[in-house]
């Protein structure tokens, strides 16, 4: 039994590695601000599912201040791990809101380090992008791929998160493994994710706006094989850089017709001119995943959009209320 501090617990992802940990035995120190990046009523509910769990702590703190900080792990007892899943994410916002993307991504990851190395935790998990590949990236895309050329400032964020964590392994010995996700989807999403933004908007009949022409592909990743992954990453692995991806790389038409059928609703689509901050494709090369950790992508994504259909029904009350940019 181990004890791993969760940054981001109440996050998409975050929520998803904790409750794993929790199955496994391990107890969770929970940390999240509970900002209104989103509808914060997506967190309450990831957040409401894990308080009830035995071995879960939960502060409410945001990492960007570091003087805060200090007393989540001065309070928690031996540390094993930290998992940093929490983020500024999203492309399009980043350009708009640069500022709080470096306090996130770069300042908060550096309090954590400094944290770590204070109190000998000996392992540092970083939440990193698919997204930092940029342009021209070779299909599917391997870690050795470029990544010096970020498009927005949410992927130079995380690039420069990754090189910091460089330097702590280096000059500290902290074993850092850098997960570098490719296009999560699942229930109880980020609203400014497409698939959930999608599955809201053809259930309820609202406009689906579709920038470009629906033809970029994305290798969607179902949240429960990306949260397994992290946490077969706790073990001791040096410093490496390791994408999660998904098996099946599908366009944005083909996404919305497996979501009609589910649904059973057509799409009313409404194309916008593609924007500028978003890729044109992503699809991960895993082998380093499957090399390394014994990882592969399981849940097949018609699998995974009916678990993300069924739990928007189940759900509609409140789900249908969220706010989707």
Not at 78 to 87: K, L, Y
Not at 256 to 272: T, Y
Request: proline residues 4%; contains cysteine.
């Amino acid at each position: 039994m181990s004890t791993y501090l969760v940054t981001g617990a109440a996050g998409f992802i975050g929520a998803r590695v904790s409750e794993m940990l929790l199955q496994d035995g391990h107890h969770v120190v929970g940390v999240d601000d509970l900002n209104d990046a989103y509808d914060v009523r997506l967190k309450d509910w990831r957040l409401k599912r894990l308080m009830g769990q035995t071995g879960f702590r939960f502060f409410q703190q945001d990492i960007r201040d570091y003087d805060r900080l200090k007393p989540v792990f001065e309070q928690s007892g031996q540390i094993d791990g930290v998992i940093n899943m929490a983020a500024r994410a999203g492309v399009r916002y980043s350009v708009e809101n640069p500022f709080i993307y470096l306090e996130t991504n770069n300042n908060a990851v550096l309090n954590l380090l400094e944290q770590c190395k204070i109190h000998g935790v000996p392992k540092f998990i970083l939440a990193s992008t698919s997204s930092i590949y940029g342009l021209n990236a070779p299909m599917p895309t391997p870690e050795e791929a470029n990544s010096d050329h970020p498009l927005q400032p949410y992927s130079a964020s995380k690039k420069g998160a990754e090189a910091m964590c460089h330097a702590y392994h280096f000059l500290h010995g902290l074993d850092v493994t850098v997960f570098r996700f490719f296009t999560v989807y699942g229930p109880a999403g980020r609203p400014d994710m497409v698939m959930f933004r999608f599955c809201q908007w053809i259930n309820e009949g609202r406009p689906v706006h579709l920038n470009g022409d629906g033809e970029q592909t994305r290798g969607f990743t179902y949240v429960d094989d990306i949260a397994r992954g992290v946490t077969l990453g706790l073990k001791p692995l040096g410093y490496e850089i390791i994408n999660l991806g998904g098996h099946e790389v599908i366009s944005i038409n083909e996404m919305i017709r497996i979501l009609e059928e589910l649904i059973g609703k057509k799409a009313n689509l409404i194309h916008h001119e593609a924007h500028k901050a978003d890729m044109l494709s992503n699809w991960a090369d895993v082998s380093k995943a499957r090399r390394l950790l014994g990882w592969e992508p399981q849940v097949t994504l018609q699998e995974g959009m009916r678990r993300l259909v069924e739990w928007y029904a189940q759900e509609r009350e409140w789900a249908s209320q969220v706010l989707t940019p």
